[in-house]
């Protein structure tokens, strides 16, 4: 194991951490908000622990399948731990614990909040809250990869590991090529977004934030009442479609970019996963225009932003859906384990995955009927190898294993059923907000400690997809080389 390089890996991502601290100082500065000295006290202890850091000396310089892996778990463990130091130095957050939480929460882009009431926090703190949505959607391993080069190593092993999916594409020939495409893109669609809301009447602080928990699926707002706050139905429909935007492979747009029209339109996993959104919408909307709404497009305003809020991960919310029927709600659970796409900033299964799935099913009936033949799974007219649908299905299983025992030792806080699973399925999957216990109108502040940290891990967990971390708490992983 390559310590020395891990470590100097994990200062430059503790500098990317303080450079993103800068701008909500200077928005605490400019605005002459309490919580300035915190940030710079922050920025102070990340810089130095991250420039400690950096000046390892390094005699080894590549990164195998191993380190990769450690320095994707232990990157987002650093950022959260930094990360939540002005929501603790501020006071914004008297317990670290809790601050830990919430920090996790951010760069996760989860959105669970222990924050009863945000509209007392600083405008720094705010900031930051959401910024780290924003950060940690595309990756703050993919910042750390265009780096990578630039000490003489190869980054590829980090690219895969902290990558979101089941199967990892270079879209360049070079990993640091790649990781500016994604950005580039990232970025374009986060100006677009920011332009739009500010001509649907929000102010540019408001504008930013909503922003940065869209594109990050993250769903952190400057209102108690969320997206709701506003009572506006152009907001809500812009927001609509970039949450559904954010949650497609972002490979997609590069492929648009690139004029190629044919092969975005025939990607199989897009098909799905519009395809379940269109359903979705559809009979909520049927139901709930029966049931409460008695307005058509009341009823689709609203199914359409909550759909593409749990499915995208983001979390954001208009309505109370715990006022929806169960049929709607239920709808709404499910769409909790699906999640976007691979490649996209949302969490949970991914759609992908649930294709494979989909598709592995289908091939075992079509045995039944027909033992002899020979069928393959296929991605568009790309077959799947047999170790990708294995690590599909262990993933699932793995995923599922975890919720369910997640959800027993929830339960223990003495919570109801569809609060505890509600609660595991919406920190595993980083979505936010569940159902009774930790609904939209519910925060997570009233667990105990315990929880807090176990909920924090599921954030994790979700975010690096389990095996990543899983297989840094396994003592052979620190003993055998690869």
């Known amino acids: 194991m390559n310590y020395k390089m891990i470590f100097k890996v994990l200062g430059y991502i503790l500098l990317i951490i303080a450079l993103g601290m800068i701008p909500p100082l200077l928005i605490s500065a400019i605005n002459k908000q309490t919580d300035m000295i915190s940030f710079a006290i922050s920025i102070l202890l990340t810089v130095l622990t991250g420039f400690v850091f950096a000046k390892i000396p390094i005699t080894k310089k590549k990164i195998k399948a191993k380190e990769g892996l450690a320095i994707v778990t232990l990157g987002w463990i650093f950022a959260s731990l930094y990360g939540a130091l002005p929501f603790y130095l501020s006071g914004s957050i008297p317990s670290y614990v809790d601050a830990f939480f919430e920090s996790v929460s951010g760069f996760t882009t989860t959105g669970a909040t222990i924050i009863n009431d945000i509209e007392v926090l600083p405008m720094g703190i705010l900031f930051w809250r959401s910024f780290t949505h924003w950060i940690g959607g595309m990756g703050i391993l993919v910042v750390a990869v265009a780096i ?179 049929f709607s709600k239920g709808i709404l659970f499910m769409l909790m384990f699906v999640g976007g796409s691979a490649g996209s900033t949302g969490g949970s299964i991914k759609v992908i995955r649930i294709l494979a799935l989909i598709k592995l099913i289908k091939r075992e009936l079509t045995k039944i009927l027909h033992p002899r033949a020979i069928v393959s799974v296929k991605f568009g007219d790309q077959p799947v190898s047999e170790d990708t649908l294995l690590n599909i299905s262990s993933f699932f299983m793995l995923y599922m294993v975890i919720f369910i025992f997640g959800s027993i030792i929830i339960s223990l806080e003495g919570i109801g059923f569809m609060g505890a699973t509600s609660a595991v399925a919406a920190t595993l999957g980083n979505i936010g907000p569940g159902f009774e216990f930790v609904g939209p109108t519910h925060t997570y502040s009233d667990f105990s400690i315990f929880s807090k940290l176990l909920l924090s891990f599921f954030m994790l967990l979700g975010r690096l997809e389990l095996f990543t971390v899983i297989a840094l708490l396994t003592p052979k992983f620190w003993r055998n080389g690869l």
């Open 148 to 326: 990578l080069p630039m000490m003489g190593t190869g980054g590829f092993h980090v690219f895969k590991a902290e990558s979101p999916g089941p199967i990892t594409d270079k879209i360049a020939p070079r990993i640091k090529d790649t990781a500016k495409i994604l950005y580039g893109s990232y970025i374009i669609i986060t100006i677009a977004e920011f332009i739009l809301l500010l001509f649907g009447g929000m102010s540019p602080f408001e504008s930013a934030i909503h922003t940065f928990g869209t594109l990050g699926t993250g769903g952190f707002s400057t209102r108690n009442a969320s997206v709701g706050a506003f009572n506006n139905s152009y907001i809500t429909i812009v927001i609509s479609i970039f949450m559904i935007m954010s949650g497609t492979n972002f490979s997609l747009y590069y492929d648009i970019y690139k004029g190629k029209w044919k092969e975005v339109i025939k990607n199989s996993e897009l098909k799905l996963y519009l395809g379940i959104i269109g359903i979705s919408v559809l009979a909520i909307t049927i139901n709930t225009n029966m049931s409460l709404y008695h307005n058509w497009f009341e009823s689709f305003k609203h199914s359409l932003f909550q759909v593409s809020s749990i499915i995208t991960t983001t979390g954001y919310t208009t309505f109370d859906y715990e006022q929806w029927s169960t």
